[in-house]
């Protein structure tokens, strides 16, 4: 055969292409021996063009050939056993998938600068329940109040694991690496927060750029611009995205909101209607659960907010 597969797994992806590292080095390969730059076949463009972004993302596992000294070419993906998407910017209908082969994703706060916004944890919980996927939220920057913010006790009670954490002086950083060996992980948050920081203090030997958080405006800069494959010591790896100012809903029917809060979800059955949208109707056990005071209304409120975004969706 004059063209020979080599497996591979996809640990960048930016505007210069597609970097996969081999599992068997090639002795005749420049660098270590592992990393190649490759394109996708034109036959995996085909296949999906319309409802993916991107064919590949890092995280896949594929077969690549060699085409030239330096450079190779993504010929198969094998099935994915989960995937983390957004739908693509300006384009609601495509998917964008952002990892695949995740087994949790690390939600990244920080306790201010910028301010702790349970909103947006909840929208990032909701994909993660989507996904099938384990969710832990990390609430670093905690060398800056005294106390965690008062959702995070309401984010344990649901059973999701709360590590609060400070890059700067070192706290929280044992429990951290922990939750993260032998695992693969997407970790996510806004610009700012502290993930690159938080990574270095994990594992020196990644050496993230860590970026400046603006005077102005509270936020980071964007300094992580590529979605990037980390190995940790020990096993497991680490996907390190872009800053993500909308974490996007992609795929999830109107329907299935209740079901993806784990709190709404407790009361639901009991509404009278079980097409109840928990918005309006008579008789529903979630609105009477807020009244007394067994659903947070953050919790609530971030359900509303992400229901309109749906409907708007839908109506687009
Ligand atoms: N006080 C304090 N500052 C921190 C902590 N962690 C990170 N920072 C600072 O916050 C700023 C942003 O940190 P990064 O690690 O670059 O943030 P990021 O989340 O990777 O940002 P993007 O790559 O832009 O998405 C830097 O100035 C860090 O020094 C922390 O625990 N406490
Ligand atoms: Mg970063
Ligand atoms: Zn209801």
């Given at each position: 055969m004059s063209e020979s597969t080599l497996a591979a797994r996809v640990v960048r992806l930016d505007a210069k292409g597609c970097l996969v590292r081999l599992d068997e080095p090639l002795a005749?390969?420049?660098?270590?021996g592992y990393e190649l730059w490759c394109g996708v076949r034109g036959k995996i463009h085909l296949r999906d063009r319309r409802h993916q972004?991107?064919?590949?993302?890092?995280?896949d596992r594929v077969l690549v050939i060699r085409s030239q000294e330096d450079r190779g070419v993504v010929d198969s993906i094998e099935p994915r056993r989960s995937t983390l998407s957004r739908p693509a910017a300006r384009r609601e209908r495509v998917e964008h998938v952002m990892a695949a082969n995740v087994d949790q994703v690390v939600i990244v706060t920080a306790l201010l600068d910028p301010p702790f916004n349970p909103a947006w944890v909840d929208r990032v919980l909701a994909v993660v329940e989507f996904s099938e996927l384990d969710a832990v939220i990390v609430v670093n920057?905690?060398?800056?109040?005294d106390e965690a913010p008062p959702e995070a006790a309401v984010y344990e009670a649901l059973g999701y694991k709360v590590l609060c954490t400070s890059a700067a002086v070192h706290t929280g950083i044992d429990a951290l690496r922990e939750t993260l060996v032998g695992r693969t992980s997407v970790v996510a948050g806004?610009?700012?927060?502290?993930k690159s920081s938080l990574l270095n203090a994990v594992q020196v030997d990644l050496g993230l750029v860590v970026g400046d958080?603006?005077?102005?405006?509270?936020?980071?800069?964007?300094?992580t611009t590529a979605a990037v494959w980390l190995d940790l010591e020990g096993g497991g790896a680490v996907i390190d995205t872009a800053g993500v100012r909308e974490f996007g809903l992609f795929g999830i029917p109107k329907r299935d909101l209740a079901w993806l809060f784990r709190d709404i979800a407790l009361f639901a059955p009991d509404c009278r209607y079980p097409d109840c949208s928990h918005t309006h109707e008579p008789g529903c056990a979630v609105q009477a659960a807020l009244v007394e005071g067994a659903l947070p209304p953050f919790r609530f409120d971030s359900y509303l907010k992400i229901l309109e975004s749906l409907e708007e969706r839908d109506a687009s």
């Open positions: 005749d390969l420049p660098g270590d972004k991107s064919p590949v993302a890092v995280g920057k905690m060398d800056l109040g806004h610009s700012g927060v502290g958080v603006n005077a102005v405006t509270g936020r980071g800069t964007h300094t």
